[in-house]
């Protein structure tokens, strides 16, 4: 009897330390980051059509930025990745293309309407869009950081048996920059001849 309590006692303790629970709670955190991602790419993508109505406002010499704009949501909002599609690195990198057009469309528009910045309506909306960049800039840090937390624990041991044994759990893909030269610094140029 006490042999049987003894082989159960060990049995248990062996099961939860094969990932049982492990497993699954990082691949659910991972998920629920992957989630907020794309909230904040929706947020910015529901604040686009009121930026284009105010600036649309200020005249018709606005017409391709805000074209440009329009183009490059339709498109980000076309890309979808779900959570099956996580393990696969080349939608995350095709996801995060459409969504550097956007941003870099947004980019273009700051830089191209400096004296819209004077009108109140304009520069909420550009700070609403600046902290929804900041947003998903941190957004897609947790995210790398819950992959990264997953990836570790369905590689090293003990998790790494019930991930392979109980769930067939395969790496998820993090987020990487898509933007050509986007590790370096741009440089600044005021028109100094420099």
Do not use: H
Request: net charge neutral; proline share 5%.
């Amino acid at each position: 009897m006490k042999l049987r309590l003894v082989a159960a006692l060990v049995a248990a303790a062996m099961l939860s330390a094969c990932g049982l629970n492990s497993v699954p709670t990082a691949e659910e955190n991972a998920k629920a980051k992957w989630a907020e991602v794309q909230n904040q790419y929706q947020r910015r993508a529901d604040l686009i059509p009121n930026l284009v109505s105010t600036v649309k406002a200020a005249g018709a010499q606005e017409k391709a930025i805000l074209v440009e704009v329009t183009q490059a949501r339709a498109a980000a909002t076309q890309v979808r990745v779900s959570d099956a599609d996580l393990t696969d690195p080349a939608k995350i990198a095709a996801y995060d293309r459409v969504q550097a057009g956007v941003t870099l469309t947004l980019q273009r528009l700051q830089e191209a309407y400096p004296e819209l910045k004077s009108q109140a309506n304009y520069a909420t909306l550009m700070s609403q869009l600046e902290g929804t960049e900041n947003r998903i800039g941190i957004a897609r840090r947790d995210y790398n950081e819950a992959v990264q937390s997953y990836n570790t624990t369905i590689r090293t041991f003990p998790d790494a048996i019930g991930a392979k044994v109980f769930y067939g759990a395969k790496p998820m893909a993090p987020f990487q920059a898509t933007t050509p030269g986007a590790d370096t610094a741009p440089t600044v140029d005021f028109g100094n001849g420099n």
